[in-house]
C-alpha cells in the first residue's frame, strides 16, 4: 500500500540539479506531457526517466527539486495518480497512455491505460504553453503561444539588471498573458470548459511559474530560465531552488493576483460559443470541491482492498491540503 514518504529535513536553498541528476534527452519510448515542471524532474531522472511514476516519485521529486511544499506537492501528486493513474499498482504516466501503467478492475476510461496528457480531470483548457485539446495540441510545447509570453515579457517585464530589454517576467507579464490566453481560447474553442477548479488550476500554473522556476539566489524568474524550463525542460546553468518551501498559501495568493486584474468567472462555452458562467465562486473550497469531488471518477469509491487503502489515503491526501474544507467523494463520470 502507499505510505506517505518521510518530510524533507533540509527545505532551505540548494543549486539544482547537481552532478548525480544530469539532463537527458527522453529516447524514444520514454513519454512527456504538458507540465514543464514534471519533464523536467524525469530528463534529469529526479522522476524514472520513462516517464512513469509513483505517488511517492513525484513528491520526493517535487520538493527536492523545487522546494515545493510538502503537502501542496502530496496534493497534487494524489490528485494526479486519482485522475489519471492506476492507484492499486501506484503508477502513473506524465504523457500518454503507457503499457506500464494497465486500467484499474472495472475499465475505469475503458481498456486504455492512462495518463495525465489526457484531456479532464486534471489537464484542460486555458493553458499557457499547451493548446486546448479540442484546437490543438494539448501535451507539447507550442513555440507560437510562448512567443506571445515573450512579446509580453518585453512590453511589461522588468528591466533586466543587465544594460538591455526588459526580460524579467513578473505579474503584470503573467496578468496579461493569463487573459489573453483566456479570451483566444474563449474565441477559438467551441467546447472551452473553465469550471473553478480548471480556472484556479490554470491561473495556480502561472504562479508555479513566477515561484518555483524562479532562481533562488535573486528570486527573479528571466526569460533565458523560463525558456529552459518551458522549451528545453532542463535545469538552466548556475540555478538554485527557491529558498524556503513554495506552498498552497503563497501559490494561491499569487493566482488570485494574477486573475484580480482581468477577472474571469467559471464557466464553459455553450453550443453557440458564449462563455456562460456557472455561478461558482472562486474560494480554495470551491476548487478542492470541484477537483476532488466532480473530476474524480465516483467508481473509484467501488473498490476493495489495497486499491480501497490506496484511493482512501490519496483522497486524505488531497483533503489534508484543505483541511478546512467538508470532505467530498469522487462523483465524476469515469
Ligand atoms: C501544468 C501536473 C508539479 C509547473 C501541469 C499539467 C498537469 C500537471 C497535468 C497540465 C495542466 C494543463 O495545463 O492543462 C503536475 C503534477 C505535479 C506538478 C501532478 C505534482 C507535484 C509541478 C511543478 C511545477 C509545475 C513542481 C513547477 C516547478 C507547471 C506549469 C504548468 C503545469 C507551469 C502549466 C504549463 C502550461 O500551461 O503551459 N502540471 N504538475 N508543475 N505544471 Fe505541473
Ligand atoms: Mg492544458
Not at 182 to 188: E, G, K, N, P
Not at 195 to 215: K, Q
Not at 262 to 282: K, M, R, S
Request: proline letters at 7%.
Amino acid at each position: 500500500v502507499i505510505v506517505a514518504p518521510p518530510r524533507p529535513t533540509n527545505t532551505g536553498i540548494l543549486p539544482m540539479p547537481g552532478s548525480a541528476n544530469p539532463f537527458v534527452a527522453p529516447g524514444a519510448n520514454d513519454l512527456r506531457g504538458p507540465c514543464p515542471g514534471l519533464n523536467t524532474l524525469a530528463n534529469h531522472g529526479f522522476l524514472p526517466r520513462n516517464g512513469v511514476a509513483s505517488f511517492e516519485d513525484i513528491v520526493n521529486a517535487a520538493t527536492h527539486a523545487f522546494n515545493m511544499d510538502y503537502d501542496l506537492a502530496s496534493a497534487l501528486a494524489a490528485f494526479g495518480m486519482l485522475a489519471r493513474g492506476n492507484a492499486f499498482i501506484d503508477k502513473v504516466s506524465i504523457g500518454l497512455p503507457s503499457d506500464l501503467v494497465p486500467p484499474l478492475p472495472g475499465q475505469i476510461d475503458g481498456p486504455l491505460a492512462r495518463g495525465l496528457a489526457t484531456h479532464g480531470r486534471f489537464e484542460g483548457d486555458v493553458s499557457m504553453t499547451r493548446q486546448d485539446a479540442a484546437i490543438g495540441d494539448n501535451r507539447n510545447f507550442q513555440p507560437a503561444l510562448y512567443s506571445q509570453l515573450l512579446d509580453l515579457v518585453s512590453q511589461f517585464g522588468d528591466d533586466s539588471t543587465v544594460t538591455g530589454p526588459r526580460s524579467i517576467v513578473n505579474m503584470k507579464v503573467m496578468q496579461e498573458f493569463k487573459f489573453k490566453r483566456f479570451t483566444d481560447s474563449q474565441a477559438a474553442d467551441k467546447q472551452l470548459q473553465y469550471h473553478v477548479g480548471r480556472l484556479l488550476l490554470s491561473y495556480g500554473e502561472s504562479a508555479f511559474t513566477l515561484n518555483f522556476f524562479a532562481n533562488g539566489t535573486d528570486g527573479t524568474l528571466s526569460v533565458p530560465t523560463m525558456t529552459s524550463f518551458f522549451r528545453d525542460q532542463t535545469f538552466p546553468a548556475n540555478w538554485n531552488r527557491r529558498s524556503a518551501p513554495g506552498g498552497l498559501s503563497l501559490i494561491g495568493n499569487d493566482a488570485v493576483n494574477v486573475l484580480a486584474a482581468h477577472p474571469v468567472l467559471p464557466g464553459a462555452n455553450n453550443a453557440n460559443g458564449v462563455y456562460v458562467t456557472d455561478n461558482t465562486a472562486i474560494d480554495t473550497c470551491a476548487l478542492y470541491s470541484n477537483l476532488a469531488g466532480d473530476n474524480l471518477p465516483g467508481v473509484l469509491l467501488n473498490t476493495t482492498g489495497v486499491l480501497k487503502q490506496n484511493v482512501g489515503f490519496l483522497l486524505n491526501t488531497i483533503h489534508n491540503l484543505f483541511s478546512n474544507c467538508t470532505v467530498v467523494v469522487p462523483h465524476g463520470p469515469a
